[in-house]
């Protein structure tokens, strides 16, 4: 079934083969300019540590610039699923994957793939904040200078766009020399992202970041979230429901490390097609 | 699986809803008796029910919304509540037709009302009430179109009386008030009617998650296809 959402000038016309059936999937919330083509595209595509199949045979499209959010129990895959697209599981000795990721049509596990400049393109920002013990500018401005920028003038620019961005810029601008450290949990967590932002990525994969910062914390970086939508592709894992219904505009529920559902936001939380998704999200799971 | 405290407290929500129905009804069907017997106290007793319906509405919607805030519900728990809401409001509005059907007791004459088949008409839209209140428990699409399908026969019976109305009010010695409140009372019946269809619809939505309302011919498509 062909469904409509109000405020949309248009829709994408992206489908997905899953099963037997074609899902037709519009964008949840108000159009995004050049968004809605699939951006990361997983095909049968699956991670093991070792014998263990921790996601199983995923096919899924992840659309540009659009808010993509990942729910499902612990132990689900979905994490996995989040790490393999920066392969962040790399440094797991064990793991290994099978089938097709690709990111701008390009495999990322492809035999010539420079991960760096992968990981350039598809930051992330982990559960628990992680600033480096070095002031809030040496913060900000480490990526871009791994990546060869020298020139102060330029660098100041990059921490002042990605302060800015990370909607931080107002509380740091007068001690960018003080330990980043000092800062609060939800003030290192914006850090974080104003640190990936400024290496100037595509994509942000959120790893569950704001399960260890109090509400007001977490509802300025929900707010971030829905700022940089139409900026960046987003994808969030989370295990908190209301927030994946509140920043996202795609969710998809993993279970046993199965893609059981992928839908519009608006669609899976009020009609799942999928008994499954609609015992986990009601809280029915056995 | 146990049900869970927050799956109970719907269910709570939903024995609640069902108890109003069945009150409203009763007071529907009581109304008329009133009216057919002219029966005063009867109509004394009907106002305080509706009274005792309205306080219920406004206290069930109130859990409702208390629900929505403190459960975020989703999926079928949520059309679940948003169901019970909408069919809530519809049964105190059936509440005030009774009401307004007493409002009509002094206007109208029981031989004009013998001359009316209103007693057939209104224990066909308090079975259509009743239909889809058991679809609404039952989440029974089935019950629900079976309901919706029947709100033609209603309409039917509501033309007939305009039509009688129409005709006997073209004689001279016709008793212009007693039609016009005869044709008030059909027409409150039938509004009963539409809001079982109403409910019926909500339910639909309930199973499905798809609202029907405004969806062009569907209902009278669904007729054909029963008629056929």
């Known amino acids: 079934m062909l469904m409509t959402t109000d405020g949309l000038e248009n829709t994408p016309t992206a489908f997905i083969q899953k099963s037997t059936r074609d899902i037709y999937l519009p964008p949840a919330r108000k159009k995004i300019s050049g968004g809605g083509t699939p951006h990361i595209v997983a095909r049968e595509f699956s991670v093991y540590y070792g014998q263990f199949e921790a996601v199983k045979k995923v096919s899924a499209d992840i659309f540009s610039k659009y808010v993509t959010s990942i729910i499902g129990p612990s132990g689900c895959g979905k994490s996995t699923f989040l790490r393999s697209i920066n392969r962040m599981n790399d440094l797991i000795p064990s793991c290994h994957t099978t089938g097709a990721l690709l990111f701008d049509n390009v495999d990322i596990y492809g035999k010539y793939t420079d991960e760096v400049l992968l990981r350039k393109k598809v930051g992330m920002v982990f559960q628990k904040p992680n600033p480096f013990p070095k002031s809030i500018f040496d913060n900000i401005t480490y990526g871009p200078r791994l990546h060869g920028i020298t020139n102060k003038k330029i660098l100041s620019e990059i921490v002042e766009r990605s302060l800015k961005k990370a909607a931080l810029w107002d509380e740091v601008c007068d001690r960018l020399d003080k330990n980043a450290l000092g800062l609060s949990g939800g003030q290192q967590q914006r850090l974080c992202v104003a640190r990936t932002l400024a290496v100037e990525p595509e994509v942000l994969l959120l790893d569950e970041p704001t399960s260890a910062l109090d509400p007001k914390a977490t509802a300025k970086i929900e707010d971030l979230i829905q700022e940089l939508r139409g900026s960046y592709t987003i994808m969030i894992v989370t295990h908190n429901m209301q927030q994946a219904s509140r920043v996202s505009d795609y969710t998809m529920f993993f279970y046993e490390g199965v893609l059981v559902e992928q839908a519009p936001t608006a669609q899976l939380f009020t009609n799942p097609k999928d008994p499954m998704t609609e015992d986990y999200i009601t809280g029915r799971f056995s | ?228």
């Open chain 2, 1 to 228: 699986m146990s049900e869970r405290p927050v799956h109970e407290l719907i269910k709570e929500l939903e024995r609640v809803l069902v108890q109003l129905s069945d009150k409203v009804r009763q007071n529907f069907f009581n109304a008329l008796h009133a009216v057919k017997h002219q029966d005063e106290l009867s109509a004394r007793q009907i106002r305080q029910v509706d009274d005792e319906i309205d306080m219920a509405e406004v206290n069930l919607e109130e859990r409702c919304l208390a629900f929505l805030a403190l459960q975020q519900p989703v999926a079928r728990d949520l059309r679940t509540i948003v169901t019970i809401i909408k069919i809530n409001d519809d049964l105190e509005r059936i509440g005030d037709l009774a009401v307004h059907i007493i409002d009509r007791m002094p206007e109208i004459s029981p031989d004009m009302l013998v001359s009316f088949d209103f007693e057939n008409m209104g224990v066909c839209a308090g079975e259509m009430v009743k239909m889809a209140i058991q679809a609404f428990i039952s989440k029974d699409r089935t019950i629900a179109d079976q309901v919706c399908a029947l709100d033609e026969e209603i309409d039917v019976m509501h033309r007939t009386v305009f039509k009688k109305v129409t005709l006997l009010m073209k004689s001279p010695d016709s008793h212009v008030d007693q039609l016009i409140a005869a044709l008030s009372i059909s027409r409150y019946i039938e509004r009963m009617a539409d809001h079982a269809t109403k409910i019926a619809r909500e339910v639909i939505y309930l199973v499905t998650g798809e609202i029907v309302r405004h969806k062009g011919d569907f209902y009278g498509n669904l007729i054909n296809s029963i008629n056929t």
